[in-house]
């Protein structure tokens, strides 16, 4: 099971981090997504780590954004700086099959 927190409201050029607990799994042994979805638009592959701790970003977030893990807290964080309102979405931390689980989504709203 994912725990997805942190998202709120924030003005344009602010910074928030969300959090993605995990219970069941480890994952420092999962290769770890966010996505976003905007209202009207389909599902974004915003970033994911790797095990080994490699990262790759959308180029739309990509030296603003920041995704990483904290194995010891089983958490997998996104650090979001220089936020704008096209950020503004539900995010949703995933842990791909076999074990496929979507965390239940935290909303961002980036107000300009």
């Known amino acids: 099971q994912l725990q997805a927190s942190g998202g709120g409201l924030v003005q344009a050029g602010g910074s928030l981090r969300l959090s993605c607990a995990a219970s069941?799994?480890?994952?420092?042994?999962?290769?770890m997504y966010w996505y976003r979805q905007a209202p009207g638009r389909q599902p974004e592959l915003v970033a994911y780590?790797?095990?080994?701790?490699?990262?790759t970003y959308a180029g739309s977030v990509k030296g603003r954004f920041t995704i990483s893990r904290d194995n010891a807290k089983n958490t997998v964080y996104l650090q979001m700086n220089s936020l704008k309102p096209e950020d503004t979405a539900v995010y949703y931390c995933?842990?791909?099959?076999?074990?496929?689980?979507w965390g239940q989504g935290t909303l961002v709203t980036v107000s300009s």
């Open positions: 995933m842990m791909p099959p076999p074990n496929l689980t």
């Open positions: 780590i790797t095990t080994g701790g490699s990262t």
């Open positions: 069941g799994s480890i994952v420092g042994s999962k290769l």
